[in-house]
């Protein structure tokens, strides 16, 4: 997805600079990166804050047009105010074409209501990551990852190495080798309950047989 916003160059700076641009439906941001100078730019805060409002804008490679100079960049951080829906701050780094990027890239679960564990066995899937680190080209970068939980059985997980990962994407992983994705978890009450149930049944009907004897 293409992906474009308007900024300027931002010329004062400060506290009291700051301030002013936000009371006038500004957002001061900056980016940086590239081996170039940092560029202090200034966003509309409508459209920033509507964009900031879609996925695929926090994991798409963004052109920025400063000025009608467009850049390529990716979003890196962003500020809000602590109560109030307002973004008060955005910085953006410069990507360059053959130089691999880190960043976060959605997960996407499919096929969840027909896996077996839960359409058959009574299972709830829980999941525990919702996005992943990757590394890749910005060429290659996928807007998000699908993880598909068409087979998935009640009580097992789907861990990080089953991802299919789109071809030049590398997963970036943070202490664990191999870390729980999804999981297929039976609530109590559920199949293992069950079992359990109905085996105690089937003893106490055999020890009243064995009584009536």
């Known amino acids: 997805m293409q992906i474009e916003f308007n900024a300027t160059k931002r010329e004062a700076k400060g506290t009291g600079a700051s301030r002013r641009l936000r009371r006038d439906g500004g957002v001061p941001g900056i980016i940086y990166g590239a081996d170039q100078p940092a560029v202090q730019i200034v966003l509309d805060h409508n459209e920033i804050y509507h964009l900031l409002r879609k996925e695929a804008f926090h994991a798409s490679i963004l052109t920025a047009s400063v000025d009608g100079q467009k850049t390529s960049v990716l979003l890196r951080d962003t500020q809000w105010h602590p109560f109030r829906q307002q973004v008060l701050h955005v910085d953006f780094q410069r990507v360059k074409a053959g130089e691999k990027i880190h960043i976060k890239v959605p997960l996407h679960f499919v096929n969840d209501e027909i896996a077996p564990g839960v359409k058959l066995q009574g299972g709830l899937m829980t999941h525990v990551m919702n996005e992943i680190d990757v590394t890749c080209l910005p060429s290659q970068l996928p807007e998000f990852i699908e993880v598909d939980l068409k087979d998935v059985q009640a009580g097992e997980a789907v861990h990080v190495s ?7 994407v590398e997963v ?21 309950d069950d079992a359990e149930a109905e085996g105690g049944a089937e003893a106490a009907d055999g020890a009243e047989g064995d009584a009536a004897e």
């Open 172 to 192: 970036v992983l943070h202490g664990e080798d191999d870390p729980v994705v999804v999981s297929c978890m039976v609530p109590r009450g559920g199949l293992a």
């Open 162 to 168: 089953h991802i299919t990962l789109p071809e030049g």
